[in-house]
């Protein structure tokens, strides 16, 4: 049964399927994926649900607002109107609010687990091959779907 109003109902669960499984989590990374908790599991690539990762509430209230403002940002992108140029180079900009932010909340959250942010890019668009921070070329490491700056903690 189609639901005409599920885009004003509350955000459901993430599904079992989605979430990380894993016994240890070594390693994590800052995502905006259209959800509103925005730390997933490097191994895996599950979400990792807020009690598991047992973070702090101040922290959990930093990383809900970093998300929030990448989370519009990106809408204004995904618009495809007026402000996509705009908020596109917002996302892009090393020296930007949500990316200085979201590099921050990456420094915090080392205290828990090793930490990496997704670097935005888009799709249609070849991935990067050097960091947007520092300019070194990224490295692939096997088992991981993502290209990295070990040195900035940056992934694509």
Request: hydrophobic residues 35%; contains cysteine.
């Amino acid at each position: 049964m189609d639901d005409p109003y599920f885009k004003l109902r509350p955000e459901p669960p993430t599904p079992v399927e989605g979430l990380c499984d894993c016994q240890r989590v070594a390693e994590i990374y800052l995502a905006h994926k259209l959800r509103s908790n925005p730390v997933y599991c490097l191994s895996c690539n599950g979400q990792i649900p807020p009690d598991k990762l047992g973070c702090g509430e101040q922290l959990a209230e930093d990383i809900a607002s970093w998300n929030s403002v990448y989370g519009a940002l990106y809408h204004l992108w995904l618009d495809s109107g007026e402000y996509e140029t705009w908020a596109r180079e917002r996302l892009l900009d090393p020296k930007g609010q949500v990316n200085l932010r979201g590099m921050e909340l990456v420094g915090l959250l080392d205290s828990i687990a090793k930490t990496y942010y997704l670097w935005f890019y888009e799709s249609d668009e070849s991935a990067p091959t050097t960091c947007p921070l520092c300019g070194a070329a990224l490295t692939a490491r096997e088992g991981c779907r993502f290209a990295m700056c070990e040195n900035c903690r940056v992934i694509v």
